[in-house]
């Protein structure tokens, strides 16, 4: 079946510090990537996504590249701020059920706490 | 008001009780999906509202009932529920197309249960 793996948490950095969240995925078909952010006290929103291979969604300063030949799709971003403290899910839609809604496969979650 | 509403935000219940969640979207969604997000664990799908029908439950106890009365609302009935059940409840939805499994979720806020 589908499964989404991501980096074990939590993640501590210091404000304008370079962040890599690491997400990994297997999948019957051909998915779409996304990832999602969750701050506290709220539901997920999404924060980016990819439909196919070598495509780069990006947001808010994060970005993220759809990599096949790695099954991967990590998360980077070049300086990090107080207010992206949250927790970061990966998930996949994968279509080779010919589903048209879409199913999501989620990771685990990421942490990540930004100090001032 | 837009977007994916859910009530209450918070939920004590005893385990012979019976509750309901509430879930509203304003966002013109065919597909409304209910998902279980428990401390350390991925989210799990719990049941999928295609244009009013069920279309997956995996495999969830059949102490949670879900009813799906029209494309905007959807209930998750909760009756006899264990200790274990406590987790926050998301509410989600989304377009429903021939390429559905491309289009993000919008999720709700959630409620946060707790069973005594």
């Known amino acids: 079946g589908d499964s989404v793996t991501q980096m074990e948490g939590p993640v501590t950095l210091s404000e304008e510090a370079c962040l890599t969240i690491n997400c990994t995925y297997t999948a019957t078909g051909y998915p779409s990537l996304f990832w999602y952010v969750q701050y506290p006290g709220e539901g997920l929103q999404l924060l980016l996504k990819a439909t196919k291979a070598d495509d780069k969604g990006s947001n808010k300063g994060f970005e993220a590249t759809y990599r096949k030949e790695t099954t991967s799709f990590h998360l980077e971003k070049g300086s990090v701020q107080v207010s992206d403290s949250a927790v970061y899910f990966c998930?996949?839609?994968?279509?080779?059920?010919?589903?048209?809604?879409?199913?999501?496969?989620f990771g685990q979650g990421t942490i990540l706490t930004v100090h001032p | 008001e837009t977007g994916v509403t859910q009530t209450p935000r918070h939920l004590v219940m005893g385990m012979t009780n019976k509750k309901s969640l509430k879930c509203e979207q304003h966002?013109?969604?065919?597909?409304m999906y209910w998902y279980k997000q428990s401390a350390k664990k991925p989210l799990e799908l719990m049941f999928v509202?295609?244009?009013?029908?069920?279309?997956e439950n995996n495999s969830v106890p059949s102490r949670f009932s879900p009813e799906c009365p029209n494309s905007s609302h959807l209930f998750l009935h909760l009756h006899t529920l264990q200790p274990e059940d406590s987790a926050l409840y998301l509410c989600a939805s989304s377009p429903q197309d021939g390429r559905g499994y491309n289009s993000p979720l919008h999720f709700g806020n959630g409620t946060r249960l707790t069973v005594t």
């Open positions: 998930a996949l839609s994968d279509n080779a059920g010919g589903t048209s809604y879409g199913k999501l496969t």
């Open positions: 509202y295609s244009l009013e029908e069920r279309v």
């Open positions: 966002l013109g969604h065919n597909a």
